[in-house]
Structures are given as structure tokens and as C-alpha cells.
């Protein structure tokens, strides 16, 4: 009885917390296409939520659900051909980046928007030092000289965590092991004290022990800036630690959204419950871990019903019939599901 008033304190401090703050960024209806020659790929369908500031918005779901596109809408790193963002809106502190210029673009890019992405040796250039790609990003963006440059780029290592910070300034990407780089990834992506941080799997690929380094660096960093963040993941552990608020997204749509306790607390849409089940839990007495039947549908030519219906235990007639819409279940609860 205790622990569920706790819990229950716990989320209207949170829900408390989030009405106060301001917006920061916006997706309204969005829809990103991609034009192949096999058809039009919907990797974005009709997707809205909020991101506000100091605020860490989880983005869940299986690989090909729509969580890195969306967040390359937003940078405008969409590739065209074959790639195009063709409705909707995205609002940054109010205005709409797809009406901007390259230009405005590039300010925003790397200085108020940055991106920590999600293989950190393909998204270093091998052929420059660690402190060069850092100081690029300063020298542009912040108007500092070779020399000043380079002393922030230093602290930036440092504040993330990598010894030896003056001599690693001067290393080049393969000579860092893989949680180092990661680290040179952040500090690059906070070299500007960015408003938004948008993580694309920042973990992947490293071992548990530098999962949580790399995780309690956010989380200070977050706190010592008041920087917004993006985390775009398929792992709930890693949700559960570091996200106010989570989005759940399934073939290019959000199929439930709500405060991070109360999505694990009470899991609505049966692809999150899938998802919940499929996490491996110490000391719980199952014979086989669960995993959610089936495959994400292919994108191309999708008929117009619920995209999980296939893969759903608790599948109804209308779920083949009709496309579910995003519904208030709750105050603060959002699920896309004929159940409710």
C-alpha cells in the first residue's frame, strides 16, 4: 500500500514538473516518405508528441518502427531523393524548421540541436584527430580562436569523463576504444551546450559497465545544462533509468505515450505489454524469456487497419477493419487501440 502511494506521489511530482515547463519542440502530423521503386515506404505516419525543456522523452520500439527517421525530420537530415518529409509540421521553441533556410539550418544544427548517434566509429572521420572534429564545431559555431578552441575541447573530455584529456585531444578515432569514442561523440555533441540532445542508441555495442558510464554522463550532463534530450532506444532498461516520458512507436506510429512510471506501472497498448514481457528480469521464475510473435510489417502498400493486428493475442474484427487513432485514455495517457 506504501510503495503504490509513493508511486502515486512520484508521477503527480512528475506530471507537476511537466505542466510548469515550456515546450521545446513539437511534431504535428508528421509524415516522412520514402519514394522506392518498389513503392512508397511510410517510415513516418501521422506522428505527434512534445518534447519540453529539461525534459528526456524516450522514443521505444523494434527496429523499423520510425524513431531515428523522426528524429532525422527534425535535423533535416532527411536524404532526398529518396527521402521527403510530405505533411505535417515541426515546431523548435516555436518555429517551424521545415520552413527554414539551409542556412538557419545550419546554425541550429550542432549548436542548439545536437545528436549523439548510434555507431560512433562510422560517425568520426578517421582521418582527423578526436580534438579537430571538436574544435570544428566550437570554431563555427562559437566564434573562438585555434588556441581557445582547443582548451575547450579539452574540457569538454574532461567533462565527460576521459582521462588523460590532453593527450586523447591529439588521438584519432582508432586508437580509442569504443566506449571512448562514445565519450568523444558527447563531448563533441555538448561542446555547444545545446537546448536539444538527441541520443540515437548511445549504448549499442558497448559492454554494461560502459552502458552506465555512458548514461550517468548524460544524466549529469543534463542536469549541470538543463539540456532536453531525445533518447531514441529499443531498450527499457535503459528508459527506465533515464526517461521522464516515453513514446512508443510501432511502423511509423505512436501507438501509446505517457509519463515514464506510469507506462511501466500500467502498460495499455498490447505492443508496449509485448515489449514489457520480452525484458529479462532478474530472479523472476519463467521458463522461457517471452517474445512478441511475428515481425514488424513490411512498410510498403500497408493496408489501412491496425499495423499490429497480426502480431496481437487480443486481436478484435474492427483491429482489420479500421486504423485505430491516438486516444486520451487518461489525464496524461495516450494509447491507439480498438481495446479502449
Known amino acids: 500500500m506504501e510503495n503504490n502511494e509513493k508511486l502515486q506521489k512520484n508521477i503527480n511530482e512528475e506530471l507537476e514538473k511537466k505542466r510548469k515547463s515550456k515546450d521545446l519542440v513539437e511534431f504535428k502530423n508528421l509524415k516522412t516518405h520514402f ?14 508528441f512534445k518534447i519540453k525543456e529539461g525534459e528526456t522523452v524516450g522514443v521505444v520500439g523494434e527496429s523499423g518502427c520510425g524513431k531515428s527517421v523522426t528524429a532525422m525530420s527534425l535535423m533535416r537530415l532527411i536524404p532526398n531523393p529518396p527521402g521527403r518529409i510530405v505533411a505535417g ?9 521545415l520552413n527554414l533556410s539551409d542556412s538557419e539550418m545550419r546554425e541550429i544544427r550542432g549548436n542548439e540541436i545536437s545528436v ?11 582521418v582527423f584527430t578526436i580534438g579537430e572534429q571538436i574544435e570544428e564545431v566550437i570554431i563555427l559555431h562559437q566564434n ?48 555547444c551546450n545545446p537546448k536539444l540532445l538527441i541520443a540515437d542508441e548511445p549504448t549499442t555495442a558497448l559492454d554494461v559497465t ?19 534530450i531525445m533518447l531514441i532506444t529499443h531498450d527499457l532498461g535503459v528508459i527506465a ?23 511501466f506501472k500500467n502498460p495499455m497498448h498490447p505492443y508496449t505489454v509485448g515489449l514489457l514481457n520480452s525484458k529479462p528480469i532478474l530472479n523472476k521464475d519463467r521458463e522461457r524469456l517471452y517474445s512478441i510473435p511475428g ?12 499495423y499490429f493486428s497480426e502480431r496481437c493475442e487480443k486481436c478484435l474484427k474492427l483491429c482489420k477493419e479500421k486504423q485505430p487513432r491516438l486516444k486520451q485514455v ?11
Open 35 to 48: 519514394f522506392t521503386e518498389d513503392g512508397i515506404v511510410k517510415a513516418v505516419n501521422d506522428v505527434s
Open 89 to 97: 509540421e515541426i515546431l523548435f521553441e516555436g518555429r517551424n524548421v
Open 116 to 126: 549523439i548517434f548510434q555507431e560512433p566509429m562510422t560517425s568520426l572521420n578517421p
Open 144 to 191: 573562438l580562436s585555434k588556441v581557445e578552441a582547443r582548451k575547450k575541447a579539452i574540457e569538454m573530455l574532461k567533462l565527460v569523463g576521459i582521462p588523460r584529456a590532453e593527450e586523447v585531444v591529439d588521438s584519432y578515432p582508432h586508437e580509442l576504444s569504443g566506449g571512448m569514442r562514445q565519450r568523444a561523440m558527447i563531448a563533441m555533441a555538448v561542446s
Open 210 to 228: 560502459i552502458q552506465a558510464q555512458i548514461l550517468d554522463i548524460m544524466k549529469n550532463l543534463k542536469d549541470k545544462l538543463n539540456t532536453s
Open 241 to 263: 533509468e533515464m526517461a521522464d516520458y516515453v513514446i512508443v512507436m510501432y511502423a511509423g506510429k505512436v501507438v501509446e505515450e505517457a509519463p515514464v512510471i506510469e507506462l
Open 295 to 306: 515481425q514488424v510489417p513490411n512498410p510498403i502498400g500497408m493496408p489501412e487497419n491496425c
Open 330 to 340: 487518461s489525464e496524461n495517457h495516450k494509447v491507439a487501440c480498438w481495446l479502449y
